[in-house]
């Protein structure tokens, strides 16, 4: 069981405040360490309660946010979420704090009543946990480029899929690049599946939503009958894309693997696991063009050949290994 994650809230409104808390200390998950409305305030705060995340207006009267947390990432790294309101200029303070190494951010509408605010709560406490999970020498080390030598892993899979990325992901550590799986299974069992994995792994583990940045530590299932890909957000840092666009399969392997050869190039890891068909054969194809490392599941581990025969012969296998060796493989691939 995690411990509560502790959050210190920066925002000098005061129903906005009241609204916040009320709203992530709600279900147990986490605590509010402590509110500040100014930077003194926020630096004692953050120095008596070692928060684990920081959620900070980008647009204070005493306080300009963006600063704040620029002065604060050079001298002691925090995960950060924004917070910035449906204006231009708050919007634009929240796309430089990413580009500071803010983790993400969140818009809220101009309240009157908490009522209003319910709908972002849990948007919120997802990026909070997402944030909390992130590792801090990332952080320290790196502006939007991840300490490991890759950006994102990319995993397809169908039949006989669940057993090997279960296999797959239960020889990773934590501290992985971030890492999409696109498989073949209905929508109850792809939001099981996750929920399962999300209570073994140290990493985060969740079904993909549109616009949900891709973050070291985490690993996100493309939710089914729908399409996701990989795009490069406006701080140039990835994220998903989810759609409908109804194809033979929903999730598509390839589309994913298609995109993440457009937005990593060589920069990404593609993996076909156990399945049948030939979905993701073209893509993984498209990925190793793209400088990208391959790796397709070996015969003799496999429930079901046909994907990682069929990417072996269209071109796109790099390397073909047991599902047991492929996490080792993994790590002497990302590491530093």
Known sequence: MRKKVKVLLIEENQLIQNSLARGISGNGQFSISGIATDANSARILIAEETPDVLVINVKLQKLNGVEFF???????????????????????????????????????????????????????????????????????????????????????????GVEATRTLLDNLPSGMPPILIAQHQP?????????????????????????????????????????????????????????????????????LMESAASATGSESVGIILSGMGDDGAIGLKTMRDAGANTIAQGEASSAVHGMPKRAIETGGVEKVLPVNEIGDYLLELISP
Do not use: W
């Open 70 to 160: 620029q002065d604060l990432f050079v001298k002691s790294p925090i995960p950060t979420i924004v917070i910035c309101h449906h204006t231009g200029l708050s919007r634009m303070q929240a796309r430089k704090a990413l580009r500071s190494s803010a983790i993400d951010y969140v818009q809220i509408p101009q309240i009157k009543s908490y009522k209003q605010i319910e709908g972002i709560i849990n948007d919120l406490k997802e990026k909070i946990i997402m944030a909390s999970m992130v590792n801090l020498d990332y952080l320290k080390t790196s502006q939007n480029s991840y300490t490991q030598r890759k950006k994102a892993i990319i995993i397809g899979a169908s039949n006989g």
């Open 187 to 255: 929508e109850f069992a792809t939001n099981s599946y996750a929920n399962l994995l999300n209570k073994l792994y140290p990493s985060y583990v969740k079904v993909a939503k549109d616009e949900d940045l891709l973050l070291p530590n985490q690993i996100m299932f493309a939710p089914a009958g729908k399409q996701t890909r990989i795009i490069k957000n406006i701080s140039n840092g990835l994220q998903v894309d989810v759609c409908y666009q109804k194809m033979n399969h929903n999730p598509s392997i390839g589309i």
